[in-house]
């Protein structure tokens, strides 16, 4: 087993944490009051009567008498006022208990210090009519409301807090409610709300989403989280996927993706179309695209982590929708006020359900058996294709706060996508069959601990496995193939935050990461047998300042990170990466930005022949042994301008990234050298810009980006030629408006299409001197594809099913003018010894609906 010594301690630090939490909620239990149900029976044997009443009606409240309080008349009377129960005397000896549905409260809202009582507030009973002002001392009386109803509370300046009527009946009288202020950042220049609602950009240049007031975007009725941060400057996927994001002309493998602190090493389901992700339990998404914190490790391009809700809640909480290729359903649950959980569930249809949706992603998905000769001549024979597919996933969050200021979290999330696909040549009488597994298991632990005002730390442990299995069989089950990609990795991660005083802060931490990758090949004939196991260590302590001077003219981080890295079989490595992010005012409504930072990573995805995984998950996990594949460094610099008035926004920004490290292997060539493994590198200049006018019902913005990305390989002729990512012009035009209850979006995106290499035309092309032929090319990336353009539409229409059940319809359409773009071209030769092109297409007019619900 990998990392067996890690997995021990790993094991004691998750059961510490169990036995702690386990520990705590015994002794509190120890603590807390009897049930009113045990207390009658205590009384029954101490005054010899009986009570009768409903278990339901009792069911979970308590009640702890005071000890002046000793007749049974004055402890049924005290029973009464308290929890608002009726008790009727029968005779000397029996007595009756009954609930009233129907019960009288009070309370009093005071602010969160609970110095300041709070007039003037709102206190609405959900799903009724009745609603109070709180008077000049806070207080408010409610009379003949439903045991069971919550109430909310709401007061301008305050976050709107809800409470259950049976939770102020347990605590008696008139108990206090305590407010929290809301702290909302006024209208700053350094912090940039743009596109449409719940995106923005931070001081520190990351971008914020947050999926709870998430607006609409071109294209996109639910709030896909990586297909919405494509809508951002200088982040796309020319493959028109979640699971190949190029961020400033990067590969998807050089992003680091985290959910909940863990690294995921799966993104997508169906090929990358839909993210992993379920949007409605995420809570909140940062993206870094330069000046990282120095608490964060691997990924060179660009870092995206995305966090689920971190605190309890006062209510249930919940919904559940569908579209045209699957359904989910997700809630948040409180089980006591210390206690709560979270979970999502999604699941596909498309093994039993057949949709316009369905269809367009699985045409664009098996695209490479549309197969023409060079000279554009189309294969005659007939092809009866079959599939089988289904995916889901699952994640889940239990919240136990300790006290106040420590709290412990707990999430887990499964990713699986199943496929059979079946391919009959009606012609020849063939049949292949393809066959995909691919699942992603996380778990993980944090601990968030305030220690004092100044000083708090946050402890993060989690195991992860990423599984890829893959047979194919081909010609009648004459050949066979089966693949095996596995990652298997554990981590610890503590960091700590002192603040120094009211202008500087200091941030430490260490981190351990231990990841071991399979990757396991059969073949039957001809016989080929392949297993490679690699495991590497890294040991990570990091530091960062930050400053942030009177009214934030002046904001800065600097710090470094100290990756000592050793693979176990081949090489031991120490690489200092130092971090810097500075943010300063140029004049009133413009700021600049300067960041730079130096990244490792020592995982890497190779790139499989085309015909293998159906040419679709065609990506395989391997670690950097410093010889055939070092470890992939990259240095990054960029200086940006903002300027924001009246909501009006230019932002623009430069930027240079160098990327040394790279395998031929890694990056998809399709040309002489995709085999040959060269390591080289890549370096990339570029500005982007982003203009965005918004109104209160409007949203209308232009971004455009520039990028000049080349290779450089020492051992290749030439040495330098365009990246295969090297998209020259990007260019984006949207807008979003509201009215009442109805949203709507429309967009266009244009981008120069991407290189590509010809093979030499005429007789030459082929070289009959080798066996099997190969094909003689064209210089690497001599050519370009036809320019891309698309265009999106969506609308969301909201509504109320009742006072606490809301819903929505949307409806989107991709690429409604239906153009056919060319997303790759590449060549191969055939059994009869011809050049065939295949060409892979963009999605074409694809439909979509949802409807949702939430309470």
Known sequence: MLGTHYNKHLGLILGFLFFVLCNTNAQEKQQSPPTLISYLKTLEDRFDVKFSYIDQDLEGLTIKIPKNINTLDEILQYIEETLRIETEKLDNRYYTLSSNSQVHICGVVLDNFAENTVMGATVEVLGTDIAKITDDNGTFSLQNIPRDASLQIRYLGYVTKYVKVETLLQQGGCPKILLAQYYEQLDEVFVYKYLTSGIIKEKDASITLNTAEFGILPGLIEPDILQTVQALPGIKSIDETVSDINVRGGTNDQNLILWNGIKMYQSGHFFGLIS?????????????????????????????????????????????????????????????????????????????????????????????????????????????????????????????????????????????????????????????????????????????????????????????????????????????????????????????????????????????????????????????????????????????????????????????????????????????????????????????????????????????????????????????????????????????????????????????????????????????????????GYYVKGIELLINKKGDNYSTWLSYAYNKNDYTFDSIVPQSFPNNLDIRHTITFASTYTYKDLKLSIGLNYRTGKPFTEPVEGDEGLDQGYYPPRINYQPPNSSRLPEYFRADASAIYNFQISRTIRANAGLSILNFTDRKNTLNKYYRVNEDDEIETIENFSLGITPNVSFRVSF
């Open 276 to 680: 992993a992700f379920n949007p409605y339990q995420t809570d909140k998404v940062t993206i870094y695209k330069n000046g990282t914190p120095a608490n964060f490790g691997d990924g060179v391009s660009s870092v995206i982590q995305m966090e689920t809700g971190n605190t309890i809640t006062d209510i249930w909480k919940g919904g559940a929708g569908f579209n045209l290729i699957s359904g989910d359903v997700f809630g948040e649950i409180p089980i006591t006020n210390k206690l709560g959980v979270q979970f999502s569930a999604r699941r596909s249809a498309t093994d039993f359900l057949s949709t316009p949706t369905y269809k367009q992603f699985i045409n664009r998905a098996f695209q490479d058996s549309e197969i023409t000769l060079q000279n554009n001549s189309t294969v005659d024979d007939e092809f009866i294709r079959d599939e089988d597919f289904f995916f889901y996933d699952f994640s889940g969050k239990i919240l136990y706060d300790l006290n106040e200021d420590h709290k412990i979290r707990l999430s887990a999330i499964h990713i699986k996508n199943n496929l059979k696909f079946e391919e009959t040549n009606v012609s020849a009488n063939e049949t292949n069959i393809s066959l995909l597994k691919q699942d992603n298991i996380s778990v993980g632990g944090q601990l968030q601990s305030n220690w004092t005002d100044k000083f708090s730390s946050h402890l993060n442990i989690y195991y992860s496995r990423y599984n890829l299995d893959a047979q194919n069989v081909f010609a009648n089950q004459v050949q066979q193939l089966f693949q095996n990609n596995q990652v298997t990795e554990n981590a610890l991660k503590l960091s700590t935050n002192y603040i120094l005083n009211d202008e500087f802060s200091w941030s430490n931490g260490y981190q351990y990461i231990e990841t071991g990758i399979k990757n396991f090949t059969e073949i039957n004939q001809p016989d080929f047998f392949s297993k490679v196991i690699e495991v590497a260590r890294i040991h990570a302590p990091y530091t960062e300042f930050g400053y942030s001077s009177f009214e934030n003219k002046f904001i800065g981080k600097i710090g470094a990170r100290f990756n000592f890295i050793e693979n176990l079989d081949t090489f031991k490595k120490l690489l200092i990466e130092p971090r810097i992010n500075l943010n300063f005012k140029l004049a009133n409504y413009l700021r600049a930005e300067v960041l730079g930072e130096f990244k490792s990573q020592t995982t890497n995805q190779i790139i499989d022949l085309e015909q293998n995984f159906l040419g679709i998950e065609k990506r395989r996990w391997i670690l950097s042994n410093d010889n055939t594949l070092p470890v992939t460094k990259s240095k990054q610099g960029s200086v940006g301008i903002n300027y924001e008035k009246n909501n009006f926004h230019v932002g623009v920004a430069g930027f240079y990234k160098s990327v040394d490290g790279i395998s031929t292997s890694t990056q998809g060539f399709q040309n002489p050298y995709q085999f040959s493994g060269e390591i080289g």
